[in-house]
C-alpha cells in the first residue's frame, strides 16, 4: 500500500482535538461483510423504551436517598443519563465483542449507528432525549441558576458529539489518539 504524503495528515499526540480518518478500503469492506449488531440494535423493539426506563429508575433511585432535595434528584438523574449516555456512545470505540475482527475498531457507536447516516429515526430520538430530560430538570429545579448550569453543562457535553459538525471529532483529553504508524 503506497501512500502519498499530501493525503496523510499526521497526527501529534499534543494535539488537543484531531480528526479520525476515513476508512481504508480493507476497513470497508471488513465493515460489509458482517451485520454490525453493535449498532445496530437501537433500531429493535423496545431498544428506545429502555432510556426512558433508566430515566425512570435513576429518578426513584436518586428519589428514596434520604434528605435528598428534588431540585438534587432531579440534577443527578440528569447527570447520571448523560455521563452513561456519553460513555457508551460516544467515548467507547469499537465493538465490544469480537465479531467483526476489528472492522469498527476507529469508530464509537453513535458514527456506527445507521451506517453513520445523520438524523435518521434513532438518531433523532438519542438526540432528542438529553434535550427533554435537561428542560424537565430545569423545570423542575425551580430554573435555580445553578442547578441549570450543572444541568446545561451536562447536556452541551451530550449533545454536542451528536452533531455532524462532531462526525469523527475526537478530543484528546478524553480519546488518546492513534499511535503514528
Not at 24 to 42: M, T, Y
Not at 120 to 139: C, E, G, Q, R, Y
Not at 153 to 162: D, N, S
Amino acid at each position: 500500500m503506497v501512500l502519498d504524503a499530501k493525503n496523510v495528515r499526521r497526527r501529534r499526540s499534543s494535539s488537543l482535538v484531531y480528526t479520525e480518518p476515513a476508512e481504508s478500503e480493507e476497513q470497508i469492506s471488513d465493515q460489509s461483510v458482517l451485520p454490525n449488531l453493535n449498532a445496530n440494535w437501537v433500531n429493535a423493539k423496545g431498544a428506545w423504551a429502555i432510556h426512558v426506563v433508566l430515566i425512570i429508575i435513576a429518578k426513584i433511585l436518586f428519589d428514596i436517598v434520604p434528605s435528598m432535595s428534588q431540585e438534587t434528584s432531579w440534577t443527578l438523574t440528569n447527570i447520571s443519563y448523560m455521563f452513561g449516555s456519553y460513555l457508551m456512545f460516544h467515548y467507547v470505540r469499537g465493538v465490544p465483542f469480537d465479531f467483526n475482527a476489528g472492522a469498527y475498531d476507529n469508530l464509537n457507536m453513535w458514527e456506527q449507528m445507521d451506517n453513520g447516516d445523520q438524523y435518521t429515526p434513532a438518531k433523532k430520538f438519542l438526540l432528542s432525549v438529553p434535550i427533554l430530560l435537561f428542560l424537565i430538570s430545569t423545570h423542575f429545579t425551580h430554573y435555580n441558576l445553578t442547578y441549570f448550569v450543572i444541568n446545561f453543562l451536562a447536556t452541551v457535553a451530550v449533545v454536542l458529539p451528536k452533531l455532524p459538525a462532531a462526525h469523527r471529532l475526537r478530543m484528546g483529553i478524553f480519546n488518546n489518539p492513534p499511535d503514528d504508524r
